[in-house]
């Protein structure tokens, strides 16, 4: 089918496509075939494919993103022999589920050709400043913004200096010159040309405009004979750093803490085969660990029995009693902070049968039972190595916020996660949990209700609440 080209559109109309081609991730011309399709047929339009607005678009505002979310990248291929590479860029790119439209210049086209970088993107490729089926509605001011992000690769000597001079003779260059969108080089010359003093400048001046880079790597030339610093880095390369600056990974609020978390129940022994035990199945304490190691914060978690996979990245310790479970806490000391989400058995048989305890004619065997020892007590009474944040949690089925503000008073510790208990909750064993978090303030308590939530959503806002109280009481140095 011949180019479509169309001129002397109002502003409405050309922003109205603009806004409709981009979030159905399809060029202008095709957009424009879409509905004249339409019309011939008299398909009504969909509802997914109307245009979101019809005013123009803030300069700094997001670019539109296709219906699954996708990240977009304007790849700008630059002329030299690395410009092979950048076929294999698009690829990897598109591994990551990150949407490529490619723009060649002149240059480029001596070594790659348009085809292949649009057979590779699935999208049409760019090459002329002056083409009338884009630049009807200022492509090239288009192709700045309706992306996430700019790679320039290769990144040549002349392209970097038209950059840092504000150049725009080309369809390239006037992209970079309009954009509002980080970029991202990938330098790739001759060694002679990368340390010529002409380039150290041109490169220092685009670090203080904000330019990213990366590479070039050390290495043999194209040329015969030639080696240095010069070589493009690869496209695997190119590909982590621009996922880097698209996905950037989380805030680590918790990096360089250390935090203790029980979980689960114990099983206190009656003989070899029988233990008393209760309905814990520690999920809420499984799920504040993986919360905590995703903060960066360094965990260690001390399970007991329980049907639960080791959370990735996590020291865990299994355990079976409370005693043991006590021993392995102090020897985990000291940490920054601890969490004991374990429902502990509070009691245990004095004296556990050696063999399996039979039925006899004298009726029930008698069972003396002993106190166990208060875990989240006696590290809140520690003298020493006592962390400077300890939690406890308050499991109840009646009077849950007075029973949970006697054991923060009684206990010792400074925060209690309270939450019903009762069959009717199903929180135990459950994946939903409703909590009350209580805070001792001084002399006072407040008490802050939670709404329900999934088993790691309140992992995470109680995480989230920690890393907002640490950064409070231990705010940064200044010089």
């Given at each position: 089918m011949a180019s479509l080209t169309i001129r002397k559109l109002d502003e409405t109309v050309k922003t109205y496509l603009r806004l409709r081609s981009a979030g159905n991730g399809r060029s202008l011309e095709e957009e424009v075939r879409v509905i004249l399709g339409d019309l011939i047929q008299g398909r009504p339009e969909s509802s997914a494919a109307r245009a979101p607005s019809v005013a123009a678009p803030d300069a700094q505002s997001r670019a539109p993103r296709r219906a699954h979310d996708e990240a977009r990248v304007t790849l700008i291929i630059g002329g030299g022999v690395a410009a092979y590479k950048a076929l294999d860029l698009?690829?990897?790119?598109?591994?990551?589920?990150?949407?490529?439209?490619?723009?060649?210049?002149?240059?480029?086209?001596?070594?790659?050709?348009?085809?292949?970088?649009?057979?590779?993107?699935?999208?049409?490729?760019?090459?002329?400043?002056?083409?009338?089926?884009?630049?009807?509605?200022?492509?090239?001011?288009?192709?700045?913004?309706?992306?996430?992000?700019?790679?320039?690769?290769?990144?040549?000597?002349?392209?970097?200096?038209?950059?840092?001079?504000?150049?725009?003779?080309?369809?390239?260059?006037?992209?970079?010159?309009?954009?509002?969108?980080?970029?991202?080089?990938?330098?790739?010359?001759?060694?002679?040309?990368?340390?010529?003093?002409?380039?150290?400048?041109?490169?220092?001046?685009?670090?203080?405009?904000?330019?990213?880079?990366?590479g070039p790597n050390a290495g043999e030339m194209a040329?015969?004979?030639?080696?240095?610093?010069?070589?493009?880095?690869?496209?695997?390369?190119?590909?982590?750093?621009?996922?880097?600056?698209?996905?950037?990974?989380?805030?680590?609020?918790?990096?360089g803490k250390h935090v203790l978390i029980t979980a689960g129940p114990t099983h206190e022994p009656i003989d070899p085969v029988r233990y008393i035990a209760n309905r814990s199945s520690g999920k809420q304490g499984f799920a504040i660990a993986t919360a905590a190691q995703a903060a960066g914060a360094d965990v260690t978690l001390i399970s007991g029995p329980v049907d639960l996979d080791d959370p990735a990245g996590v020291r865990v310790r299994h355990v079976e009693s409370a005693r043991e479970m006590l021993a392995q806490v102090e020897a985990s000391l000291p940490v920054d902070i601890a969490i004991f989400a374990a429902a502990v058995a509070d009691w245990r048989v004095a004296q556990a049968g050696e063999q399996k305890l039979k039925k006899t004619s004298a009726g029930m065997p008698p069972l003396q039972l002993v106190e166990n020892p208060d875990i989240l007590a006696t590290i809140s009474k520690l003298r020493e190595k006592r962390p400077p944040l300890v939690i406890g949690f308050a499991a109840e089925t009646e009077h849950l916020i007075a029973n949970a503000k006697a054991k923060l008073a009684?206990?010792?510790?400074?925060?209690?996660?309270?939450?019903?208990?009762?069959?009717?909750?199903?929180?135990?064993?459950?994946?939903?949990?409703?909590?009350?978090?209580?805070?001792?303030?001084?002399?006072?308590?407040?008490?802050?209700?939670?709404?329900?939530?999934?088993?790691?959503?309140?992992?995470?806002?109680?995480?989230?609440?920690?890393?907002?109280?640490?950064?409070?009481?231990?705010?940064?140095?200044?010089?």
């Open positions: 698009i690829r990897r790119l598109k591994e990551r589920s990150i949407h490529v439209r490619c723009v060649l210049t002149r240059a480029a086209q001596q070594f790659v050709t348009p085809l292949s970088a649009s057979a590779l993107s699935n999208e049409r490729a760019y090459t002329d400043l002056f083409d009338p089926s884009s630049e009807f509605d200022a492509g090239h001011i288009r192709l700045g913004r309706d992306c996430d992000l700019i790679v320039v690769a290769p990144a040549t000597a002349d392209l970097m200096a038209k950059m840092a001079q504000g150049h725009a003779d080309d369809l390239a260059s006037a992209i970079l010159l309009a954009a509002n969108r980080p970029i991202l080089l990938a330098p790739a010359m001759n060694p002679l040309m990368w340390n010529n003093a002409a380039t150290r400048r041109n490169t220092a001046q685009l670090a203080r405009d904000g330019v990213a880079m990366i040329e015969a004979h030639e080696a240095g610093v010069g070589r493009m880095a690869e496209p695997l390369e190119i590909a982590a750093a621009v996922e880097k600056l698209l996905r950037p990974p989380p805030p680590r609020p918790l990096a009684r206990k010792g510790c400074d925060w209690i996660v309270a939450n019903d208990v009762s069959p009717a909750t199903g929180v135990m064993g459950g994946d939903r949990n409703t909590v009350h978090l209580l805070i001792r303030d001084g002399g006072a308590i407040s008490v802050d209700s939670w709404p329900v939530m999934t088993k790691e959503q309140v992992a995470t806002e109680l995480v989230g609440r920690i890393a907002e109280t640490l950064s409070v009481k231990t705010p940064e140095k200044t010089s």
